[in-house]
């Protein structure tokens, strides 16, 4: 008898590692970040914390489990006062010692306290840490958030801005990062533009989060993307921009649209749902067989299903039902009902199934072992012929920006070429859409081969940063991830 | 400050109070259990429990909480030991007392001990409590169940059948329950048939549950549903049923097919997937207006909405997002952002809605407090109108049969006509589905208004059993969802 | 490496199993409550539950733990409202189905609401159990307590006096009661009076608890003993005495000075301390032997030796220090180690006995397992010679009335004579209080053995009441003890 | 109603801050160390730590409460393997940040990892601090034990022995502290030697710790104390000794004899419970009036009692009763019952006080809140006078090194001479121990004025030490105490 770990969403999916929110001029302001990390709850779920300043005090709140967990008890958020607040959700590890990598952050610093927060993986935290360690710095967590600060407290100059700017010169990687001084509330994108950060505004305050839909559920106006590149600084006087370094083409990641997005978020001026439609639309124009109904595997395939529907004029059917209560244990009793284990998520609805020729929709195969497991489900329910259309290329690479991905060793793509994949899943047949296709469905003619629009490593193994720790041989982990014994 | 409790799915929908499981036969009993309390966390979210027997010795475990964190652990299942077990999933109240309330209830008779869980609610419960503490009978909990124990207890014969059958003729209302003696598992559903329950197979097991769905989860095969009125014992012989009143039409409860029940179950034959797609069709054929687009409330009015866009040929959308995180509480941190709270739920998707008119499908309308919510939002999202479609018709009347109603004088549809209703949530047009289009969609002719196919009470105010305690002056609380002082 | 569970105060000892307390007439009736349990808290230190009422409604609170952590947080008595409460101490078992037996149990009679808790055994409870399930009584907890719920519940007559004259009528054992109904608080005691109960006075308010150190912890007034086989009913016209049984000749539990009650406390006229300091002397006068120093096993020993020490005229030292800290749990790593076990509890502090010749007094040898630690560590510190008194005669039967014995077999007064107990823990010479001279301390001229002045069957096996489940042949277990798997 | 904080001990007297063990070269190293800190629980009741080394990886375990609900459960220990290891109790304040501040305390440097912890407190713990977070030193603590890492990580060699000779060399005030790294377990000890550290041996491991009695409970053998400026390495090659400072004569704290040791431990060749029994027979000499008992305040006044009725052959009698229940909360219910608060731990015993003269020995007055509580009760009781005798000089200067003291101007002894002392307590006669006595029950024949044999700076106010932090303006809180709202 053993103990199956099932993440909220998907074991078998990739998965964004944290979303940021930070506040300036509320006097609501942690409550109002609590509801922002609750609409980006996709982002990682495993942890959050919030650190607020009342102009006098800083007041954190860190711990494991879901952000209405954490922030939903009387009292939490009124032990978190102040007008300024920066809050962070996390993807990770449970255990006593991954309490100290929640983030944000926080340290006094010889210019005052700061706490800081980032989404996105630096690629050559090891190799910072391993110099900063050797300069006498002590490092309590195994975050690459804590490199950040080491960087700042060795950084000369009384403004923290310079020292910021020294700091981010030195770091590798997609970070887009918030902070929280005793007078302002700080954004940063890295210089490609890899994970999202957003500006908006209620009443008299300031956000900056990573979703508009953080935005959407305190009711705040979007006000623009900030720029790859580019430092806000935000204070009583407003929001300053500052652009520290030269100019390069930004490359967001293409994968925020296809699957890590919410999708009712808006990102680079781009409708994440609209975009998924547009996809499935795509895919439908370049693979399509007959059937007799597109069935989504839900949740994340459905708005490329209906794109797929419409273009095909095939119904759209609810053939597979998801239990939204799935946590994140649940027992699996014994060898003989293994096997079960799926089911806990998905169930074929036999109905729509029975004596049907289908096409299931899905977004991405990682390892192959829920599509393996949902393809056999749709068969038993009676279906006659099951084949299967994937929203996004092969994922073939590893991405090393702040996206948990299984070793390169384990993904299906890397370890088969498409037919090979389709008799893995056990399909009748199996398409993914093109990279050409994809850029298309994203309002691109195609893909720039000279300086591409977006981040697509995981499909091409184009890495647009140095891997200064992954070619150091530090391959498998990335910083953000780990956690240390003591 | 305040906080605001929400139910996992909606503080502004009828409830059901309970889901049943039990299993004779399976050295993994306990644990396929929680599996199928698991696939019936819809039919009660709050607490759980499940009662075991090994061959010597009942063990129990009840909790409050979702089954995942109560029967997720490692080791708690392995104190389940035995190859027959039962379980309960409960729509209650949280607190000390209620733990006292959790079922399945257990307790010592002179021939043994017997656990028994049940799904309804007795209409004479609280008149037969009062005759039997009149008798000496000393009451633990606040539930029906322990009426349905202590008349058992006070039953004459040695046989738990003749006991039972005499305690089942004293009550009135609806029920479907299982019991666990030392030697068999029992099964009864009262003489109208109210509430489901199933009989299912999986290898040299036998099951009992509330939906088909608990039988998928576990790979179990779907044999029958327990016929109205009828008690089944199932033993090491096998499946033996009786039925020991006088045969009546059955009365099924037509809402679990609107919304209780799952999509992927299948209810008399009839699967609810399908059964909406059909009530969705037929809506659109008594009420549609000209749109652009046809928008489910998710999650529960997804298939009507499917069903009304296939009759229509209207593009189906997703202009609401849910977000699936919500848990029991959340924060609502002062009067000035109160109107955020929907949001925690659901998010208007601009894109599919700026410059639509657009139609929403929902399945009912209760106090009508997140209709009104949804409406405003769905128009601040820039819908040009707005039009609501009901897949039942008006809810004006309580429920006594295991469901949580609010008091008639809460109910919209007891305050207003339609249009009044309309009004009331600013829509620019409001319709129900008729009741004759309701069972046509149903796959009968009509209502058959002498002797109705189904319970339909909520709608029509025929309720089919006498309603004892109510009329008593007790009109208020169901028995079954009291909480009591100590 | 296993866990050992080593209770607060000590494995090897007797251990009294509950401390009752109620008060009738004070607006701070839990609270006093409370502080009354904390008291008493020597006699049950795993479980404790408070019963106020207020008025209207009853209210209850039970858990597993000290008093203090019991009540002491904010809000817990502030949900007892009421001027009538009532409250026990419990010696239980930890687990799920304990927490159903914790007391004061509660029931809705016809008559209304009766909360109730006891002190001592019944030792026909298991008879009367039986007798009440063949007649149709659910049995929810596996306490003696409920036994008397169900009595009073099956008894006839609309008073509670007379339901509760009928209950006591029925039972044999040792008890001494508190009640609370809507109207009054009751106490009762057995017709022996083996179990200690006092009344008391605090302004307007009347108490009942078992000893009078729970008395002046609230600075309240002694008043007098509940004299045996008396039932007081206190309301707000004062208090009542009823004495419904032939009287007999009290026979109060002698243990009860020599190491249960709280040396501060009064029972029957006689202070607990100064009674065990004239054991000590008579212990002294009929055993003494020429020593360098008295040393007390701490803490309970440590009257007689200042008794014996006065006596003789030999120093009195602290020659073992006891660890006020020993909690519930404590981890013994491995066997080799495992002989550390006793040093948890007690150390030998070599000052006072290196070199020296001792007496070592204590109160009483059950197992014999610490004394053979404690007289080897006091060699292992350098003492030349070990002489050991006890306080009480030999402990060679076990206890049916409310006290944790082990079974006979486990007694080492029952596997050997003095001699062969000297043997078995290590010392020079063992010697223990006469029976005639334990009465002469108590000051009586001798045991009147025709009509025992106390109940000391521990001692001589003269039990005063008849054993109907012990000689049903259920030997082993107190019905209040138990624990059942469901 | 109000709830009030009751520490385990005694809110009115001073309190020990830590107690440390290390242990070299057993299998069972945590295990041992949390038997060590189990037998030093009185050192610091709130918080404990320990930190072991495999011999490849660090392993931490922290946690609020008492050693035996910290390190008690199944597993922990086994979480914690290693043949080495060091342990820390702590007193500290409850709360989220303090978990920050339990030790010991672990970080990664250059050379490798180093687990550490001290007793004791840094006079110019703040002034280091600033200047190294100037210096780009990032704290994550408030506790004066990260000035030692930060000092240890900017220090420069090779050798840890160098960087730690670097940082002791720094700092100033008293330590007795304990560290782990990968090879070697290291004590050090002030060069004053004020706080305690012994060694001793089990088998073939080695052991540092600040008692004896924690040698004790293992069974271990005392080695010889630790020296004042002394440091130890121990090592696979055995225990290496260090003196790098210029030799100066130690002054360790007298006030370990007289209140914080345990009294079975021996320090520095003296037994404490013997030096109590001294303190007790001088205190007699200097200032004993006739009275019929001689009563200790339990439990510290025990020993001094003793030897004060030994000296002038007046009985010994317990005359006060103390609860050990008490935990760390208990509620007070209203101001009317307010003065009941006392009664929670002691009660008096009125046998042994009513009608008598009596002398009630205690260790030493600080606020004189519960001194004066006491004497009421006593008074209460029925004393016909009531004399208080102090085994120590009047408590007129706080402590520095470790000790938690109220601010001077909260002690009785800075507001009133001893005439106004007696006063505020209201005795009929109240004398303390002259210096000089103090010091000839020590075994010297008076105080060296010139170069006085022991830290008795809250006599006396003659600090051994510079106070670089109080001087500086910060004179209330030391470091080590701390709280820090981030």
């Known amino acids: 008898m053993t103990i199956v770990t099932t993440n909220p969403f998907d074991g078998d999916k990739l998965h964004e590692e944290c979303g940021v929110f930070g506040i300036f001029g509320s006097p609501d302001a942690a409550a109002l970040t609590a509801l922002g990390l609750h609409a980006l709850q996709h982002r990682g779920q495993e942890a959050a914390g919030i650190v607020s300043f009342d102009g006098e005090h800083f007041h954190p709140h860190r711990a494991i489990g879901l952000v209405g967990e954490i922030f939903g008890d009387a009292?939490?958020?009124?032990?978190?006062?102040?007008?300024?607040?920066?809050?962070?959700?996390?993807?990770?590890?449970?255990?006593?010692?991954?309490i100290r990598n929640i983030q944000p952050l926080y340290a006094d610093f010889a210019f005052g306290g700061l706490a800081l927060?980032?989404?996105?993986?630096?690629?050559?935290?090891?190799?910072?840490?391993?110099?900063?360690?050797?300069?006498?710095?002590?490092?309590?967590?195994?975050?690459?958030?804590?490199?950040?600060?080491?960087?700042?407290?060795?950084?000369?100059?009384?403004?923290?801005?310079?020292?910021?700017?020294?700091a981010l010169r030195q770091v590798e990687g997609a970070y887009s990062l918030v902070a929280l001084s005793r007078r302002k509330v700080i954004g940063a994108r890295d210089?490609?533009?890899?994970?999202?950060?957003?500006?908006?505004?209620?009443?008299?305050?300031?956000?900056?989060?990573s979703e508009t839909c953080a935005l959407d559920i305190i009711g705040a106006q979007f006000v623009r993307d900030i720029e790859a590149g580019e430092i806000v600084i935000i204070d009583k006087d407003g929001v300053h921009s500052h652009k520290p370094y030269p100019q390069v083409r930004q490359r967001p990641c293409i994968?925020?649209?296809?699957?890590?997005?919410?999708?009712?978020?808006?990102?680079?001026?781009?409708?994440?749902?609209?975009?998924?439609?547009?996809?499935?639309?795509?895919?439908?124009?370049?693979?399509?067989?007959?059937?007799?109904?597109?069935?989504?595997?839900?949740?994340?395939?459905?708005?490329?299903?209906?794109?797929?529907?419409?273009?095909?004029?095939?119904?759209?059917?609810?053939?597979?039902i998801r239990n939204h209560y799935v946590g994140r244990t649940f027992i699996e009793p014994s060898d003989e009902i293994r096997h079960l284990g799926v089911r806990l998520k998905h169930n074929a609805n036999s109905a729509p199934l029975?004596?049907?020729?289908?096409?299931?929709?899905?977004?991405?195969?990682?390892?192959?072992?829920t599509s393996r497991k949902i393809v056999e489900m749709v068969r038993n329910a009676g279906a006659l012929s099951v084949h299967m259309r994937i929203s996004s290329p092969p994922t073939a690479h590893s991405c090393f920006y702040g996206v948990n991905t299984p070793s390169q060793q384990e993904l299906l793509a890397h370890q088969h070429d498409v037919d090979g994949m389709a008799r893995e899943i056990g399909v009748d047949s199996l398409a993914?859409?093109?990279?050409?296709?994809?850029?298309?469905?994203?309002?691109?003619?195609?893909?720039?081969?000279?300086?591409?629009?977006?981040?697509?490593?995981?499909?091409?193994?184009?890495?647009?940063?140095?891997?200064t720790d992954k070619d150091g041989g530090n391959a498998q982990a990335q910083l953000s991830l780990l956690v240390t014994p003591a």
Not at 354 to 369: C, E, N, Q, Y
């Open 75 to 98: 009292g939490t958020i009124a032990r978190l006062p102040g007008a300024a607040a920066i809050g962070h959700n996390r993807y990770a590890t449970t255990g006593e010692t991954a």
């Open 117 to 166: 927060g980032h989404n996105g993986n630096l690629t050559n935290a090891r190799e910072l840490r391993r110099m900063l360690v050797e300069n006498g710095s002590l490092f309590q967590s195994t975050t690459d958030t804590e490199v950040f600060q080491h960087l700042i407290a060795n950084a000369s100059g009384a403004r923290l801005l310079d020292r910021l700017v020294q």
């Open 191 to 209: 210089p490609l533009g890899v994970r999202p950060l957003v500006l908006g505004r209620l009443q008299d305050a300031w956000i900056l989060t």
């Open 255 to 320: 994968f925020e649209y296809i699957y890590f997005a919410r999708p009712d978020s808006t990102l680079a001026g781009l409708n994440v749902y609209e975009s998924r439609k547009c996809v499935g639309a795509e895919l439908a124009r370049e693979s399509h067989v007959p059937v007799d109904a597109v069935i989504p595997v839900p949740d994340s395939g459905v708005p490329a299903a209906i794109g797929y529907a419409n273009e095909t004029g095939v119904p759209f059917e609810l053939g597979l």
């Open 354 to 369: 029975a004596g049907k020729k289908v096409v299931l929709v899905d977004d991405s195969i990682v390892r192959g072992t």
């Open 432 to 467: 993914f859409i093109s990279i050409d296709g994809l850029y298309r469905a994203m309002g691109q003619s195609k893909r720039n081969m000279a300086s591409p629009q977006f981040c697509d490593a995981c499909f091409t193994g184009d890495y647009p940063t140095r891997l």
